[in-house]
């Protein structure tokens, strides 16, 4: 993805201690990881730089989500609209517009800026105050892998994920994408082996148990696996909504889809 030169004195840009310290927390109680060194995978902070005169932006926090190291590299060495270039462009626009809907909702306002170029955060909002406090216990329920799901579908979800740089949940209560059995909609619908994508944030948003907490948890959930249809199936998933009147959307995923953007 293209990015603008830093602008004169940009490096003496420091990050807002306080403000810095909410946007992780937002990020943390929705499970989505911080990028470190500057390196993916993850959501990269820094001071927000100025564009041109007009752009009055000292103060704010500039939000990045990186892609794998291999997806960016790969996207590195190709031309606009190419496989892997065109791959990391859906990608980072597909979460970075699940963060300005994640981000007001989990205690800091959030903003798009130059065409989803970056995301800009100005503010703190205070929280539910049953967000408050430690995690507590791993939570029980579900494997986030449900019995009966094709290992295809399985390794195709996790290549994906990790060309994209999300997570895929390993135990019942961690954050990241789970794999649900899909229910059949109808008599000849075929379900065997596909998998229901979700998503789990983490433990802290889960465990509240608060009214506002839980609507908080249902928004987060429904921003992220918006984002998964579009940053999966770029990543080399076939993946597709199924929204039945008066039922619950099903994101189903299939297995590895005919065009990856990086060959094996």
């Known amino acids: 993805m293209t990015t603008a030169p830093p602008e004169p004195g940009s490096a003496r840009l420091r990050l807002d201690p306080?403000?810095?310290d909410r946007v992780m927390d937002a990020l943390h109680?929705?499970?989505?990881p911080l990028?470190?060194?500057g390196h993916g995978p993850g959501v990269h902070l820094r001071p927000a730089q100025p564009l041109d005169d007009g752009d009055h932006c000292r103060g704010l926090i500039a939000l990045h989500w990186l892609p794998s190291r291999r997806l960016a590299q790969a996207a590195a060495t190709e031309e606009h609209q190419q496989p892997a270039h065109d791959a990391q462009q859906l990608v980072v626009n597909a979460v970075q517009h699940a963060l300005t809907e994640l981000l007001p909702l989990l205690g800091t306002t959030a903003s798009q800026a130059f065409h989803l170029w970056e995301i800009r955060v100005s503010d703190a909002v205070p929280l539910p105050r049953d967000l408050a406090g430690p995690p507590g216990p791993r939570p029980h329920g579900p494997a986030p892998i449900a019995p009966g799901i094709r290992p295809g579908v399985i390794t195709a979800v996790h290549r994906s994920a990790h060309l994209?740089?999300?997570p895929v949940a390993a135990r019942p209560g961690d954050p990241g994408i789970t794999l649900r059995p899909c229910p059949p909609l109808d008599p000849d619908d075929d379900i065997s082996g596909i998998a229901d994508l979700g998503w789990n944030p983490s433990r802290r948003l889960t465990n509240a148990t608060g009214p506002a907490a839980r609507n908080l948890r249902t928004a987060v959930e429904e921003a992220v696996r918006r984002s998964l249809?579009?940053?999966l199936g770029a990543c080399g998933l076939d993946v597709w909504w199924r929204r039945p009147e008066g039922l619950p959307p099903q994101l189903r995923a299939f297995g590895p889809s005919e065009n990856p953007p990086i060959r094996r």
């Open 18 to 20: 306080v403000l810095a």
């Open 29 to 32: 109680l929705a499970g989505l």
């Open 35 to 37: 990028a470190h060194g």
């Open 164 to 166: 994209a740089g999300l």
């Open 229 to 231: 249809a579009v940053a």
